[in-house]
């Protein structure tokens, strides 16, 4: 694994894990140290799977996916920030469905080679808009079934909580799926600017976005 790829962000959230970790091994929370546990393995994933398909991820999205996980699971199981902000549930969801705008634009992207004429700008964000939209319905889909399977109340007031979150997700993936398309339209946002730094720096992923840079040097 290589450290240098890894953002101060996330050595911070590890060295937080880490002491909780150890202060649960010795006053006996084994809950608490295996959701310790598991929010680290989790923020691994990001690098791995770098590794593992040679994909250069930028540092700003290592860095949220691992406070993504620093939130879910320990900050919002462990120290209880779902019950004591209203408001935690809803920013989760929203920054995850930006995160999954994104995500999906770029998977489409890459099946179109980087042409950015090979589909309309407009198609390329519905996709990505959809696709983040999938995920968010199938995450409601799994928190009804381990309320229902074993008895958990991870949908909290149950209706009124699975539509917000919907609607939150919607609100994210459009702002993800909107900056894929203000990228092709050649508009400079903050999230346009890491779309533009990952299909940079995975320029074999998109041949038609290197052909056009070899041509204009």
């Not at 929370?29 to 994909?55: D, K, M, N, Q």
């Amino acid at each position: 694994m290589r450290l240098a790829g890894i953002p101060y962000l996330t050595w911070i959230i590890w060295g937080v894990l880490a002491l909780d970790a150890m202060i649960s091994l010795f006053t006996g929370r084994w809950a608490t140290l295996f959701i310790c546990c598991a929010a680290f393995g989790l923020t691994l994933l990001p690098t791995f799977f770098s590794e593992r398909f040679h994909i250069r991820l930028p540092l700003a999205f290592i860095g949220a996916f691992s406070a993504f996980v620093f939130g879910t699971l320990f900050l919002g199981e462990v120290y209880d920030f779902y019950e004591r902000f209203w408001w935690w549930d809803i920013v989760l969801h929203g920054f995850s469905a930006v995160g999954f705008g994104i995500v999906g634009f770029l998977f489409v992207f890459y099946l179109f080679e980087g042409d950015k004429y090979a589909a309309p700008p407009i198609a390329l964000a519905l996709i990505a808009f959809c696709f983040a939209m999938t995920i968010g319905a199938l995450w409601e889909v799994f928190e009804f079934a381990m309320d229902q399977v074993f008895g958990l109340n991870m949908q909290k007031s149950g209706l009124v909580d699975t539509m917000s979150d919907l609607i939150v997700d919607a609100v994210g993936a459009l702002i993800g799926a909107g900056s894929g398309f203000l990228w092709l339209k050649g508009r400079d946002t903050t999230l346009s600017g890491l779309i533009e730094e990952f299909v940079q720096t995975n320029q074999r992923f998109f041949r038609h976005v290197r052909d056009r840079m070899s041509r204009d040097k």
